[in-house]
């Protein structure tokens, strides 16, 4: 099986990648991963959806609804940032968005004066320190290699630090089995109580949501899509009538049951 996830390598997506694949691609974008999964061009894709400190990757979100794609898989991996530099002089840390935000009160006690750039990923954040002795980047400690220092490891703000990966697959992959499934839900109508309908249809048969997101359609300002994560399969007879409401709910949009999967957990 061959798998493409956020490049370059020795990024967390690529170490939780590796748990799919052995053989492992890289793209620039989560869209471009997705793309290239719905296109055929891979088996399996790896997106980052859910951080414990900054939430979720919008970006993911996005790219989820607008793919016919399905979820196989969840992985979830501790995220330990280490600060990576040719040496402790440096003006500039470079590094993915999320990475620099997790580590936005230890960087703020400890290099207030830094200027802090955002990068495609961690791993591009490190090649960049590679390149250039006034840049550090936030990554994985192994990412050190035999030519830049770890000036510090463990900066990330919580110890209890986490990101969930997303296994991305074709359409026809999709499976009913499984502990969690994953929904997207686009209304398109706007009117009292239309989220608690939504909400009702899974209370009212004792099923629990571990994720709620709201994320704006790009149709018109004010105008939303819903994406649930369940802690139910989609063989469990209480779950299918659930959607089955929510479709009616949702009659003049849409709803997108991207599947059901287990997760695991990746220490590395």
Known sequence: ?????????????????RAVAAEVSFRESVTAIVDAVEDGEFERG???????????V????????????????????PIRHALLAQSEEFDLVASHSQALAQCRDWLETNYPDVGLEAVASTARGVERAREDARIAGIGH???AGADLEILAE????????ATRFLVVAPEDARSEAGGKTTLIVYPNDNYPGLL??????FADRNL??????????????????????????????????????????????WVRVLGSYDTEHVLE
């Open 1 to 17: 099986m061959n798998a493409v996830t956020l490049g370059p390598a020795g990024t967390y997506s690529h170490r939780a990648a």
């Open 46 to 56: 790896v997106v980052p959806i859910e951080n414990s400190i900054e939430g979720s």
């Open 58 to 77: 919008t970006e993911s979100l996005d790219a989820l609804a607008d793919h016919d794609v399905a979820v196989t898989r969840e992985i979830v991996t």
């Open 141 to 143: 400690p192994d990412n």
């Open 154 to 161: 463990g900066i990330q703000d919580r110890t209890s630090n």
């Open 196 to 201: 608690l309908e939504l909400l009702e249809a």
């Open 208 to 253: 629990n949501l571990s994720r709620i997101e709201s994320r704006p359609s790009g149709e018109r300002l004010g105008d939303y899509m819903f994406h649930f994560d369940v802690d139910a399969g989609l063989y469990e007879d209480h779950l299918a009538a659930a959607i089955e409401d929510i479709e009616v709910i949702a009659e003049k949009g």
